[in-house]
């Protein structure tokens, strides 16, 4: 692969080859940061519902019985 880049001019090492690769490969890499996205979305609603839940789960139980003034569920 040295061989051949070689005897190319800078511009083409730097510029050429990478906007080929983003022409070629631009879709795929969009659509993969896309998904990656996406599921990071999903996982942050996710932490923040179950989260939610938790928090009304021990403020309505808590006020409600007064066995669990310790703090054990």
Known sequence: MREILAD?????KWVAIP?????VFGGFL????????????KVLLFVA???GLIFLVR?????????SSDGKW
């Open 59 to 67: 403020k309505f139980t808590g006020s409600s019985s007064s066995s």
């Open 19 to 23: 906007v080929i690769a983003l022409a």
């Open 49 to 51: 519902l179950v989260g």
């Open 8 to 12: 190319v001019p800078w511009w083409v």
């Open 30 to 41: 969009l659509s993969l940061l896309g998904f990656l996205v996406h599921l990071l979305f």
